[in-house]
């Protein structure tokens, strides 16, 4: 039985700035069950980042500010958690680990002080044991060298670090772990070794992830389930195969194709056409209208809902209705 | 970088003095001296020899722990400076103390509150401190706090009037020591407004490198892996970011200590404070030569070895910075 541990339904974060406001994040509906990896993809900007630290409540607020819908995390509705009841979820029942590995460790402390401080934030552990339970966290990411624990983050490589950072992540054994592009900035060999190391930790832990990124050689390695967005709304979510076999959503489609193959010597690579729109002016309608080769007359009026299509697969396209009244009598559809 | 520093400091010194117009035996003999009494003077005196012969007398004397002698009161420099020079350190380090304590205190609030009224309330405190002159702030003080109130004495480092004997000659340190509580209490009230007036620029300059420095520290990764921990938000500020911010910060610490120990002469002048600038200041007027070089010498020396405290400081700080090692 699948028990939904994050759901995230009709949420939006927007910020607040003099030059207007940007809905980075608009009406998004986003599900990660127990022990499950999801995939959250889309180009940068598109509102992936945001959304994942809206769970951690590391939005800086103002300028950020929750417009509406809900945030539940293990049946707790996380949208109205003031300062100290964050700090007792953060790290504890979902905890992050970043892009860049190399700045994400804080230079003038140890390894050992870092994870013990990770530690002792959540769990009643004496220093002694706390260390104890440090050093285990790092051998189970791989790293059981002698004296890691009183070494500083500049004496370690990038994956290195990254082990770290996830070793301090799943220390407290977390729910849910995001992982906000945790490869993009290591060499493709080191890549593969720490997705190995969280599919493992995710096997042996039951900790769900989510997993943040632009690469969808990343999500067909990892993901259980993707979740397309574009221009800070889900465009598509399905099961990884689905997605990769019978993408729906034109944006899914035109992603799909521009990755590069083996063996086809194409004379472009094919890309799609025009840019991201800017957050601050969204065109009416569907947002991916404007760069959308089946663009229809409703697209650029009428903005579609998430439209169930069968097999657990969404998708936000006029295409997969005939009519508009049709998708009106559809029960599961959320039209805005 | 110590010892190069010192000898270009003492050739510098020498030069300058000994480029100031006026004879030292004008001065001890005054203006209705015969030529032929100075003539003497000045040959007993050795100032009739070539210069880099001077020099070299004075350097060889200083390795011998020997300043040379006051003209003035015919007592040893090293002997007679050492009074004031303490009493200048005593005041420089109070007023440190508050400039540190309110700098970065003031820092830390505008960085962490940025862009708000309490951020931008912090910064013109910080403007006005570093706009005021000396002078001013001193006579202000002396005028509402010692005049108007009376709450605190105006001038000198303790009352004439109470029984102490100093050991090491910071005040509040020696009626540490002794258990003297009125004395400390005395020393204390002395030491208050000459060290709020002298402590009130370097304060400024603090509060806005500190709140520069915070505010980039605070954007940075790290301290949104912090976050992402659950750490409380003081521990996130007063420990992983201050640690971080505090490395361009204590260059300011050095470079403001050095500039209160050469610096507190208005101050000292202002408060009656027995210290080294007013004694340097005494010695400029009487041309005497040997207590200018010495204590000129002595100050840079001080502020050399302070800017060595930084560095050794910085790698205490920041184990990415280690000396000696390849």
């Known amino acids: 039985m699948v028990r939904p541990l994050l759901e995230i339904s009709r949420f939006k974060m927007y910020f607040h700035t003099d030059k207007g406001v940007v809905k980075a994040v608009d ?89 013990v401080e990770a530690i002792r934030q959540h769990r009643k552990l004496d220093k002694k044991a706390a260390r104890r339970l440090a050093a285990d966290s790092l051998q189970e990411v791989g790293i059981s060298r002698k004296g890691i624990l009183e070494e500083y983050p500049h004496q370690l490589s990038g994956g290195m670090r990254q082990r770290v950072m996830i070793a301090m992540a799943m220390v407290c054994r977390p729910k849910l772990l995001i992982a906000d592009e945790p490869t993009t900035a290591l060499d493709v060999t080191i890549q593969a070794q720490i997705l190995d190391l969280m599919r493992r930790l995710n096997r042996e832990t039951g900790t769900a992830i989510l997993m943040i990124t632009h690469d969808l050689g990343v999500v067909a390695e990892m993901c259980d389930r993707v979740v397309v967005m574009y221009a800070g709304q889900v465009v598509e979510e399905a099961d990884v195969n689905t997605l990769f076999n019978q993408p729906r959503h034109p944006y899914t489609q035109g992603l799909l194709q521009s990755i590069p193959r083996l063996g086809q010597r194409a004379e472009r690579l094919y890309s799609i056409p025009g840019n991201v729109p800017n957050p601050k002016q969204m065109p009416t309608g569907c947002r991916f209208a404007p760069r959308c080769e089946y663009a229809m007359n409703i697209c650029r009026t009428e903005e579609p809902g998430l439209f169930a299509i069968g097999d657990g697969q969404n998708s936000r396209c006029w295409l997969h209705v005939d009519k508009k009244e049709e998708a009106d009598r559809d029960p599961t559809t959320t039209t805005s | 970088m110590l010892i190069p520093v010192l000898i270009g400091m003492s050739i510098i010194t020498f030069s300058i003095v000994h480029a100031i117009p006026g004879s030292p035996a004008k001065a001890i003999l005054g203006e209705r001296a015969t030529p032929e009494a100075m003539e003497r003077l000045e040959e007993n005196m050795g100032l009739n020899d070539p210069l880099y012969i001077q020099y070299f ?155 520069s420095s915070m505010l980039e520290v605070l954007r940075s990764d790290y301290i949104r892996t912090a976050r992402a921990k659950g750490v409380r938000e003081g521990l996130i500020i007063y420990k992983h970011a201050l640690k971080n911010a505090f490395i361009p910060i204590i260059t300011v610490f050095g470079l403001q200590m050095g500039l209160l120990l050469g610096g507190a002469i208005l101050t000292e002048t202002i408060f009656s404070w027995p210290g080294v600038g007013r004694y340097l200041y005494d010695a400029i007027h009487a041309r005497d ?32 910075i280690q000396y000696g090692k390849e």
């Open chain 1, 27 to 115: 009406d998004v509906d986003l599900t990660v069950n127990e022990g499950e990896v999801v995939g959250l993809v889309g180009e940068s900007g598109c509102g992936k980042s945001v959304t994942s630290l809206s769970v951690m409540g590391l939005v800086p607020r103002p300028p950020g500010r929750v417009e509406g819908g809900s945030i539940r995390l293990a049946d707790r509705e996380l949208t109205h958690l003031k300062g100290r009841e964050w700090r007792k979820i953060r790290g504890n029942v979902v905890s992050m680990i970043f892009q860049e590995p190399m700045t994400s460790l804080n230079p003038v402390f140890t390894i050992g002080d870092q994870i």
């Open chain 2, 57 to 211: 007398r004075y350097v060889g004397n200083l390795l011998q722990g020997d300043l040379g002698t006051s003209v003035q009161t015919g007592r040893p420099v090293a002997e007679e400076i050492l009074p004031y020079l303490t009493a200048t350190f005593e005041l420089a380090l109070c007023a440190m103390l508050i400039a540190i304590f309110f700098g970065v205190n003031l820092g830390i609030l505008s960085a962490w509150r940025q862009n708000t009224s309490v951020d931008y309330l912090s910064m013109v405190i910080a403007l006005i401190g570093v706009s005021m002159p000396v002078f001013w702030l001193g006579l202000m003080e002396q005028w509402i706090f010692a005049q108007e109130l009376d709450w605190l004495p105006s001038n000198g480092r303790m009352d004439p009037r109470m029984f102490f004997e100093p050991i090491t000659n910071f005040y509040l340190l020696d009626a540490l020591i002794q258990g003297n509580l009125y004395a400390l209490q005395d020393a204390f009230r002395h030491m208050l407004l000459p060290a709020i007036a002298l402590g009130t620029i370097p304060m400024a300059i603090i509060a806005r490198m500190t709140r």
């Open chain 2, 289 to 320: 030569y040997a207590v200018v070089q010495s204590g000129i010498l002595i100050v840079a020396t001080i502020f050399v070895i302070i800017n060595l405290i930084v560095d050794l400081l910085y790698a205490w700080i920041d184990p990415r």
